[in-house]
């Protein structure tokens, strides 16, 4: 009996080498205590042992490997914690932090189990974390300033050669010897390097 307990979790163990968040387990054991055989009023006794039984599977709760996944919604913790998960009812821990939002912007695990959270209008008390309500409008870039010096040792251009109306970056560049760039953003928020 205790054989097979201890089979099971090893299996166990193996079966679960990748998944995320797994703790591989140990089963302890326990003496059985000995009888002696024979009769009460026997004068030959023999002691023979009763084996030992599984008392009790212990969950190993060493630090695991912490991977790169490449997944914005991937969460680790190194050393000790959990995530706080809530599935409506019961309040539950663990260390998977595979997470993902749902259709209403909720922060949820794996098994659809709602991520719970402090923020800032809730200091004290845990909610489900949601990022419908997260976000900033963006403004567009309308003005650049730009300063600087003139380096004195710079060639001269003649007023001659510098284009009243440059069609091109090139023509433009042509007759400049400084360039420098700037990132500006559009209505929607999207980054764009400019040079000037």
Do not use: C, W
Not at 4 to 9: D, E, K, P, S, Y
Not at 24 to 44: D, I, M, P, V
Not at 112 to 122: D, K
């Amino acid at each position: 009996m205790s054989h097979g307990v201890a089979l099971a979790t090893t299996a166990n163990n193996v079966s679960n080498a990748n998944t995320t968040a797994y703790k591989s387990q140990r089963t302890e054991f326990q003496n059985l205590l000995a009888e002696n055989l024979g009769g009460k009023y026997s004068t030959e006794t023999t002691r023979f042992g009763n084996g030992s039984i599984a008392s009790d599977v212990f969950t190993i709760q060493n630090q695991g490997v912490i991977e790169d996944t490449d997944r914005a919604l991937d969460f680790a913790i190194n050393g000790e914690g959990f995530f706080v998960v809530n599935d409506g009812t019961d309040t539950l821990y663990t260390r998977a932090g595979n997470f993902r939002i749902d259709s209403d912007g909720n922060l949820v695990d794996s098994d659809g189990r709602f991520v719970q959270g402090f923020t800032a209008a809730s200091p004290d008390t845990l909610i489900p974390l949601n990022t419908s309500d997260i976000g900033s409008t963006s403004s567009p870039t309308t003005v650049v300033n730009m300063f600087g010096n003139v380096n004195a040792s710079a060639e001269l251009v003649a007023a001659a050669d510098i284009p009243t109306a440059p069609a091109t970056f090139n023509e433009l560049t042509a007759a400049s010897s400084f360039t420098t760039a700037v990132e500006v953003f559009d209505s929607l928020g999207a980054r764009h390097p400019v040079t000037l």
